[in-house]
Structure formats: C-alpha cells, structure tokens
C-alpha cells in the first residue's frame, strides 16, 4: 500500500537531537488534545494526551505543550532515536462533538539520521 | 494493553466484489469506529456504533455498511467495491478511562483492481 507519509511536511533530525512537531488545532471549544505515532505500515499508536485545564504534560522522552490563546500544540522529543521515525499527528475532541469523534491532523513525518 | 485486531491485513479485490472487513476488540468498550486513510487526506471516519446493532454515518458512509451483532465484533462492508475505495482501512475502538482517546488496529491494507 501507499505509504501514508506521502506528501506530509517533514521534519528531519539528527539520532540524539530533541525533535518538535507542531499542530495548530481548528476548534477553540475543543478540551482534549492527543498525539499519536504511526510508523510505516501499521495503525496508529497512542503517545499522550493532554486536557485543556493543562498546559504541559510529560512522559517518557516526550512532553507536551498546549497553547490556548494561538490553539497551538506541540510534541517534542528528548534525544530522539531512529525508532522514532514516524509520521506524528495530532488529534483534538470537544465536548458536545460526536461521540467518540476526534478531528485529526494530517500529520508531520519525523526522519531521524543516524 | 488494549487490543483491536484487523483480521486481514492485505486484501486485493476485484471491481464489483462484494469485501468483508472484520474488526474485533478484546476490551469490552462500547464505541467502534471505522476510518479510512488516504495519503494528504489524513483519517476520514467512515461510519462507527455506540452499542451493539446501533450505527452512526461519519463523514464518508457513502459505498459502505457497517454490522455490529456482538459488541467486541464491527464489521465494514462494501457492497460492491470500486477502485477508489483503494485505501488502507483503521478500525478503533474508545476506551472511557482517559478520555476520548481513541485506539487503533493495524489496518487493512486494500486494493481494488
């Protein structure tokens, strides 16, 4: 199949660099934001969530930034590895919406140089 | 861990079959969904079910079914493929523990010649 990482903004970093994807959100009403991770091939992975009551969120290597004036939010990566060679792409939800509906980005692909 | 299995991961059909998609969850959650991804159109929901032999229309139904007799099983449908429906295909599931965060299969990889 076509890779879905096809026409995607990309970013390239070197293996050990901290990497930073951005994702500008549509919906100010919108209260919950995710990131996932797809590599090639396969279906899309969860890496983290933040709600709108916070505005950073940390986890193994990766945190999350949320900013609410600008509905921008952004990804970065500690010491990134070549595993983490991916296409990333944000997801916002607001309450009210379709159940279950979240509206995704189109998404970013992270190339990682050894 | 949740767990949403895609039973066919590559499929090649002919213009016209009749193809079955088969999704199966394992964690007792409500809320299936399927989407179809396209490269530079991102995820487009197909169609997704609330409780067993319940559906909704998401954004793209037009061409496809859906079938929900058990609760852990969704099932997409075209009735009779096309090429533009040529696509890889996500099926995912809701978990309520964390919010509207939404879990996702492996995908099916399909090809309509």
Same mark, same amino acid.
Request: zero cysteines.
């Given at each position: 199949g076509e890779s879905v990482g096809l026409h995607l903004p990309t970013l390239s970093v070197q293996e050990g660099d901290n990497s930073i994807i951005n994702c500008a959100y549509s919906? @100010?009403? @919108?209260?919950y934001f995710i990131w996932y991770k797809q590599e090639s091939g396969k279906g899309p992975q969860f890496i983290i969530d933040i709600r709108s009551n916070m505005d950073k969120r940390q986890g193994q290597r990766v945190t999350v930034l949320l900013n609410k004036t600008v509905k921008h939010l952004s990804l970065q990566i500690a010491a990134t590895q070549p595993g983490d060679s991916a296409v990333y792409f944000c997801a916002e939800n607001f309450y009210g919406g379709s159940q279950g509906n979240l509206i995704f980005g189109k998404g970013t692909k992270l190339s990682v140089k050894p | 861990d949740v767990k949403v299995t895609q039973s066919s991961r590559y499929l090649v059909k002919r213009t016209g079959e009749k193809v079955f998609l088969e999704c199966v969850q *394992?964690? *007792?959650?409500e809320n299936m969904f399927w989407y179809r991804q396209d490269p530079g159109l991102g995820l487009r929901l197909i169609y997704f079910s609330y409780d067993v032999k319940m559906k909704e229309k998401g954004d793209i139904p037009e061409g496809y079914s859906v079938s929900r007799e058990k609760k852990e099983r969704f099932s997409l449908i075209l009735e009779s493929a096309s090429t533009n429906q040529t696509s890889m295909y996500l099926c995912a599931t809701l978990t309520e523990?964390?919010?509207n965060t939404i879990y996702f299969g492996e995908g099916s990889w399909l090809t309509v010649v």
């Open positions: 919906n @100010s009403a @919108s209260d | *394992d964690m *007792d959650h523990f964390s919010g």
